[in-house]
């Protein structure tokens, strides 16, 4: 099993920028891929941007230029840098983790809310 705690979010002005992090616990030498999803009020989850256990990445199209996302194997945590931040990047933000083993894993999920 693993667990994972997101810290960050909050709310932003639009163009700032935000720091959202995760870490995970458990069974984390099992984890393949990290990475963050997003649900805004009346729309699906969807993915943002993720990163394997070799350092490749992947973003949606939508958050390219303004999202970093980063892993730190060592220490089991994955950090989301979100630079001009729009209104659209309002949402839930959860942390996923992809096993070795096939399995799923969320966190709890942190809200982002961009508003002046």
């Known amino acids: 099993q693993v667990q994972l705690v997101e810290s960050g979010g909050g709310l932003v002005q639009p163009g700032g920028s935000l720091g959202l992090s995760c870490a995970a616990s458990?069974?984390?030498?099992?984890?393949?891929?990290m990475g963050w999803y997003r649900q805004a009020p009346g729309k699906q989850r969807e993915l943002v941007a993720r990163?394997?256990?070799?350092?490749?990445?992947y973003y949606r199209d939508s958050v390219k230029g303004r999202f970093t996302i980063s892993r730190d194997t060592a220490k089991n945590t994955v950090h989301l840098e979100m630079n001009s931040v729009k209104p659209d990047d309002t949402a839930v933000y959860y942390c996923?983790?992809?096993?070795?083993?096939?399995?799923?894993?969320w966190g709890q999920g942190t809200q982002v809310t961009v508003s002046s």
């Open positions: 996923h983790a992809f096993g070795f083993d096939g399995n799923d894993y």
């Open positions: 990163v394997t256990s070799g350092g490749s990445t």
């Open positions: 458990g069974s984390a030498a099992n984890i393949y891929r």
